[in-house]
């Protein structure tokens, strides 16, 4: 189990908004990016390269493409 105050720090890497758990993931909450992070070993994997893209996103566009 994650603990709480470690999920209270943590921020999506790529747009620093607040995550949250949704079951063994922790979820961007930013509606723009909405990049999924892995969970290993109880341990989050804060890494963009490691983060899934939301469903239904498309290409091109919001997530990854805001620093560029
Ligand atoms: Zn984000």
Known sequence: MIDKRLLDILVCPACRTP???EG???????????LRYPVR????VMLIQEAEKP??????????????
């Open 19 to 21: 995550v949250r758990l």
């Open 55 to 68: 469903p239904g996103k498309a290409e091109g566009r919001g997530a990854g493409g805001e620093a560029r």
């Open 24 to 34: 063994e993931r922790l979820i961007c909450q930013n509606p723009e990016c909405g």
């Open 41 to 44: 070993d109880d341990i989050p």
